[in-house]
């Protein structure tokens, strides 16, 4: 194989599993403060506040990955 196809593999590889894990974590996230809320709905404003960052971090991670497989493709 060539340089350049293990470098798309990998690319690919890269943003597939960066991707795909965060978006499986923000789909638990979400399912696990609407089962709170579903309990508690009086806390709705903290868990919404905590729920909104910890998506934004989990969010983030994509984006680095996204960064990495840039990187891996193109340098």
Same mark, same amino acid.
Do not use: C
């Given at each position: ?15 597939? +599993?960066?991707?795909?894990?965060? =978006?499986? $974590? *923000? ?24 729920? +909104?960052?910890?998506?934004?971090? =989990?969010? $983030? *991670? ?14």
């Amino acid at each position: 194989m060539s340089p350049e196809v293990l470098k798309n593999v990998a690319a690919g590889l890269t943003i597939a +599993i960066g991707g795909m894990l965060p =978006a499986w $974590a *923000i789909g638990r996230f979400g399912s696990e403060a609407m089962r709170s809320l579903g309990r508690n709905p009086e806390s709705a404003g903290p868990i919404s506040s905590n729920l +909104i960052v910890t998506i934004a971090f =989990a969010e $983030a *991670i994509a984006i680095y990955a996204l960064v990495v497989a840039l990187a891996i493709k193109f340098v």
